[in-house]
């Protein structure tokens, strides 16, 4: 069941349970004081007025143990209704002198159909109400003969006014409890919904942050996995070690194109003592390296070239005229400062 669900529940057994609660209460007075009377008098017409407060406390009673017992709300209300529309009926055929006064307490039985949240039983409960007032108004006797002591009459007729505006108020001030309650809920869930929309943006910066951390940390590793070092005016040198694999070359080839076009270089040196085997892939890759490298108006020298990749480079039989080679560093070097004097 939603949050919002189990809110009204609990709204309407409130406004059910103060209602009960508050009629059982002026039944309870009006018992005592009219079995006071009933013992004064012994008069049978008293006594029916003590059943039809008894009546009427029992059915509240009723009311407020299914409400305790978490039973559904109709069944809560179905006593408390009963017990009204019965006495509505005993009054208007015995005591007719209180039928106005106590008529207008079925308005709380529509109220309450009404919490059942379906439109054709409210629907259904009010047109019987309305029925039974007009009934009782129409049909009642033309001339009403006092059967109740004045004083307990009044006392009667007051208290079941009394009961009705209890039940009204009783109907709004939760109506305005409610009201304050789903105020402050929003406002809880808008605090919470802030909250998580912070926590949300803090997350987001972490991670932006953690990603820019983690691509400096992968262009450092590419860095030190792809050395190009700057050892003489407008030279590079590229030492390779390890296995270079189509990858690396790759890498290679954009770091040395992007660091010739930057520091205008004039000779390149890739340093391949380290490597002990190129495939022809690689192979390719150096020659197509080397190729965009002279487009950029530079020159590559190859130095510490194996046999085996000697052999590779010279099946591949093409590109060879782009590269010098050397047998190590120091001569390449050499041989481009030669190159810039030129």
């Known amino acids: 069941m939603s949050t919002s669900q189990v809110f009204l529940d609990r709204f309407y057994h409130r406004i059910v349970r103060n209602i009960a609660l508050g009629t059982l209460i002026i039944a309870a007075v009006a018992i005592l004081l009219t079995l006071i009377v009933y013992v004064l008098t012994t008069n049978l017409v008293i006594g029916l007025v003590v059943v039809i407060a008894l009546v009427t406390g029992l059915g509240c009673l009723a009311t407020l143990w299914l409400l305790t017992h978490e039973r559904p709300l109709w069944q809560a209300i179905l006593p408390f209704s009963l017990a009204v529309i019965g006495n509505e009926l005993v009054i208007a055929t015995w005591l007719p002198e209180l039928r106005l006064a106590v008529a207008p307490f079925l308005a709380v039985v529509i109220l309450l159909a009404g919490l059942n949240r379906q439109?054709?039983?409210t629907i259904g409960v009010m047109i019987t109400c309305v029925l039974l007032i007009v009934a009782i108004v129409i049909l009642g006797p033309t001339t009403e003969q006092q059967?109740?002591?004045?004083?307990?009459?009044?006392?009667?007729q007051a208290s079941s006014l009394a009961a009705l505006m209890i039940a009204i108020w009783a109907f709004l001030d939760q109506i305005i409890v409610a009201q304050i309650q789903a105020l402050d809920l929003a406002d809880q869930r808008a605090a919470e919904a802030e909250a998580a929309r912070q926590v949300a943006e803090t997350a987001r910066y972490e991670i932006a942050q953690r990603a820019e951390e983690q691509q400096r940390l992968l262009e450092l590793v590419a860095a030190l996995e792809l050395p190009v070092l700057k050892i003489d005016d407008q030279v590079l040198l590229a030492p390779l070690v390890g296995n270079l694999d189509s990858r690396r070359a790759e890498q290679l080839r954009r770091r040395i194109l992007d660091l010739v076009a930057e520091q205008r270089a004039h000779t390149v040196i890739i340093d391949i003592t380290g490597i002990t085997?190129?495939?022809?892939?690689?192979?390719?890759?150096?020659?197509?390296?080397?190729?965009?490298?002279?487009?950029?108006g530079a020159r590559t020298i190859i130095s510490g070239i194996r046999p085996a990749v000697a052999q590779t480079l010279v099946h591949l039989n093409s590109g060879l005229t782009d590269i010098t080679t050397a047998p190590n560093p120091q001569m390449a070097l050499m041989l481009s400062r030669r190159f810039a004097t030129v």
Not at 147 to 156: G, K, Q
Not at 282 to 295: G, H, M, Y
């Open 119 to 121: 439109r054709a039983f």
């Open 147 to 156: 059967s109740i002591p004045l004083e307990l009459l009044r006392f009667l």
């Open 277 to 296: 085997i190129i495939d022809t892939a690689v192979a390719k890759a150096l020659i197509d390296t080397a190729a965009a490298i002279r487009l950029l």
